[in-house]
């Protein structure tokens, strides 16, 4: 339960709303506990004194008690909706918004699938958790209360002996409630792997089918959906035994009354409306029993949720800004240095992917990095807007340690086209705007000029306007890239860092792209992660990388001469040395 409580403060801005919520239940718990009472007093004093008067007005007063209980049972309902609601709405927005903090590496150790799980079913079960508590779960226990008081003011006999009894069904109940919370846990992880692998093969069928892995995937996602269903059904198998065994209490519960009132009402101890009102109170004692019984499941489920949203809301991004800031220089020239750096993902030193890098790029150049898949490229390039932060050494910008700079602040100033090309629905105009939301149109089509997307831009259905779908699918590999380009362009950036990012290019298009970016050279300093050698000929410095090291660097004219590993690089592309070197 810490975790429910934890989360209780996405309730406080709401806390008039709950307090309204909660004053209506009271009334209407004593409303409905004055029901048996008044039952009484019309047999005794009604219709065992043969008084139609007493028998019409308290009839009267019923039906008006009656009247007033529907209203307030609606208006609780509408308090307590607008709370749950609420307190949903904003915990979707708090998970949404801290995954928005979340650093590279919180991001690599975490599955899209259980991000989805805990923004929408365990928001769910919270809201739902939230209005049941204000309605049917906080009316129980008073109604159970209250209803065990007036047994004892009814009749003390009939109440101590049913008292073993309802302690006995209150042990049911417990044993159901703490039972449940751990079969919800597994459920939920359950569920979790089944929208993991539902949102792998949605986001990859197009793989799927090139592959012909229909039949595979099929498989795999039954393992996982019959895990699923196997869990919940074995939940509520379990829960189909409480029922029963909640049943039976209550029959022997009314055994006793009508077997031990009735002897008492022959020997004049009790009154018939005695009786009557006492085992409507014990109706009302063990019903609330029963109820939260039935509801353990929304508990237990909403208990789980509890515990996994505060997984998520309780990670700590690994990368945060200091608590003093160090400013960068105005203007910034993009001035980077890698000073002996390593770093390894998840600080495993034993598996390093980057040791002992050293490298300057100087303002206004195009620095081009080149090395065998897996070499630590992309991994080097992520360290300068701090994905991630280095584990020995330092990176530099304009002589500032990033780690010590204000991380927005810094990004203002880098523009990043990564490996793997991101567009969102909308417009093409909106996908090129998005870093810079208030740049000119005379500005966007520079920026798409420079990318070499403006003339296929201007054939598509709309032009700038057209539509972009999930993904970018109506478009092809290159041209989202060349889009990817523009959009980094238009912020117009001191550092630029193209990753791979004209792979799906052709070589008279690159070369285009690279003619346009030799020309903003002096706007920024550039970057490059290249898989083909022809993309970084003209770099002002080229960086050889193997295996986490520095093995060569200089202009391409230098590296043929003192580079074999470079050489050998040229030569499986574009001379007639050996083949099938990767790149």
Known sequence: MKYVFKLSGFVRPYRRWAAIALILLTILVFLDLSIPRLIQRIIDEGINQGNQQVVLQTG????????????????????????????????????????????????DR????????????????????????????????LLMVGSMILMFVTSPQLALIMAPLLLATAVVVVFFVFKMEPLFATVREKLDRHNTVLQENVAGVRLVKAFV?????????????????ERSVRVMRFMATMSPVLTMCVNMGMVLVIYAG???????????????AFTNYLLTTITPLTMMAMLANVWASGIASAKRVD?????????????????????????????????AYNGRSDEAVLEGVTLVAEPGQTVAILGA????????????PRFYDVDNGRVLVDGVDVRAANRDELLKHIAIVPQETVLFTGSVRDNIRYGAPDASEEAVIAAARAAQAHDFILTLPAGYDTHVEARGVNLSGGQKQ?????????????????????????????????????????????????????????????????????????????????????REIYASQLGNGPRGTGL
Not at 213 to 229: G, K, V
Not at 263 to 275: E, H, K, R
Not at 373 to 384: D, F, H, M, Q, S
Not at 490 to 512: F, G, H, N
């Open 60 to 107: 009267l007063i019923m039906v008006v008690i009656s009247l007033v209980s529907a209203v307030i049972a609606v208006g609780n309902n509408l308090y307590s909706v607008r709370v749950g609601e609420s307190v949903a709405r904003d915990l979707r927005e708090a998970i949404f918004l801290h995954i928005q903090h979340f650093s590279y590496g919180n991001l």
């Open 213 to 229: 892995r229909e039949d595979f995937e099929a498989e795999r996602f039954a393992t996982a959906n019959d895990a699923f269903a």
């Open 311 to 343: 997984e998520v809301l309780s990670v700590t991004p690994e990368v945060q800004d200091a608590l003093v800031t160090a400013p960068l220089p105005t203007p910034v020239q993009g001035h980077i240095v890698f000073d002996n750096v390593a770093f």
């Open 482 to 566: 060349r889009i990817a380009i523009a959009r980094a362009l238009l912020t117009q950036p001191r550092i630029l860092i193209l990753d791979d990012s004209t792979s799906a290019v052709d070589i008279d298009t690159e070369t285009r792209i690279q003619d346009a970016l030799e020309q903003q050279s002096q706007r920024h300093t550039s970057l490059v992660v290249a898989q083909r050698i022809s993309t970084v000929l003209k770099a002002d410095k080229i960086v050889v990388i193997d295996k986490g090291r520095v093995v060569a660097e200089g202009a391409h004219q230098t590296l043929m001469r003192t580079s074999p590993i470079y």
């Open 110 to 141: 975490t599955q899209t699938g259980q991000l989805m799980v805990r923004l929408t079913s365990d928001t769910m079960a919270l809201q739902r958790l939230t209005q049941i508590t204000l309605r049917i779960g906080t009316r129980a226990p």
């Open 373 to 384: 898949t897996g070499a630590g490229k992309t991994t080097l390039v992520n360290l300068v």
């Open 262 to 276: 009735g002897i008492q009402s022959i020997n004049g101890d009790l009154t018939v409306g005695q009786v009557v």
